[in-house]
């Protein structure tokens, strides 16, 4: 079973719009990935959060992590329409070592 | 972070057949993984591919199904065995380069399987 949930499941914006994806998920991890694809290519890894951290960013990406709420969230300002694809949070657990187990990815739409 | 290459790129079967798909890394990785993802849904782990040892299975996954070989640190092939239209999906390998449980994650660019 999925360890995490994310929400929206789909979302629709305007270029130059920011776009703020969620990730739930259900026990304790290590640390939080996140991912694009596009068109059902390959993964391409954008952060890492680890669970003694709270806020990362990465270019255009605001990545922050809640552990007490078992949260993340995915912020990507100024979209463009090369930002269309599906973002994927994946969890590394405590017991698991590397294996990952994400969740049900995001949709984004970014319409020029 | 790690340059992955996948083979073959896609493939359409036959029900009934096996198809070995290829996973090669550019440099020497302990951690190396397969997933699968069916169409529209997101990724699931099958195996961790271990070298000189036998592949630890997820939970749902065996080895009759999807053996997996991993005769050095930079390669790895998973085989989808006797195949039917349910096993349509995208293979995907992946390697973590860092220290277990603290390592980024990268992944191959896939292999889109069909099966009729």
């Known amino acids: 079973s999925q360890q995490g949930e994310e929400d929206p499941q789909a979302l629709s914006i305007q270029e130059g719009e920011n776009a703020t994806m969620n990730c739930s998920y259900k026990?304790?991890?290590?640390?939080l990935q996140w991912y694009r694809q596009n068109s059902g290519r390959g993964l391409v890894h954008l952060i890492l959060?680890?669970?003694?951290?709270r806020e990362k960013h990465s270019g255009r990406l605001r990545v922050t992590l809640d552990t007490s709420k078992k949260s993340s969230s995915l912020l990507i300002t100024a979209s463009r329409a090369a930002d269309t694809a599906s973002y994927f949070c994946?969890?590394?657990?405590?017991?698991?070592?590397?294996?990952?187990?994400f969740g049900e990815g995001t949709q984004l739409t970014v319409n020029p | 972070s790690a340059v992955i290459s996948q083979k073959p790129s896609r493939d359409i079967c036959q029900r009934g057949t096996s198809l070995t798909i290829q996973c090669q890394v550019d440099?020497?990785?302990?951690?190396m993984f397969w997933y699968r993802q069916q169409p529209g849904q997101s990724l699931t782990l099958i195996a961790t591919?271990?070298?000189?040892?036998?592949?630890?299975?997820e939970s749902g996954f065996v080895i009759d199904k999807f053996p997996i070989s991993r005769p050095n640190l930079t390669f790895s092939t998973l085989t989808v065995s006797n195949m039917s239209p349910e096993d349509s999906s995208i293979y995907l390998c992946?390697?973590?380069?860092?220290?277990?449980?603290?390592?980024?994650?990268?992944f191959g660019p896939g292999t889109r399987l069909t099966v009729l």
């Open positions: 959060i680890r669970s003694n951290e």
């Open positions: 026990t304790s991890i290590n640390n």
């Open positions: 440099s020497q990785v302990t951690m």
């Open positions: 994946a969890t590394s657990r405590g017991t698991s070592g590397s294996r990952l187990t």
């Open positions: 992946s390697v973590a380069p860092g220290l277990a449980g603290d390592s980024e994650q990268f």
């Open positions: 591919a271990n070298q000189g040892s036998e592949a630890t299975y």
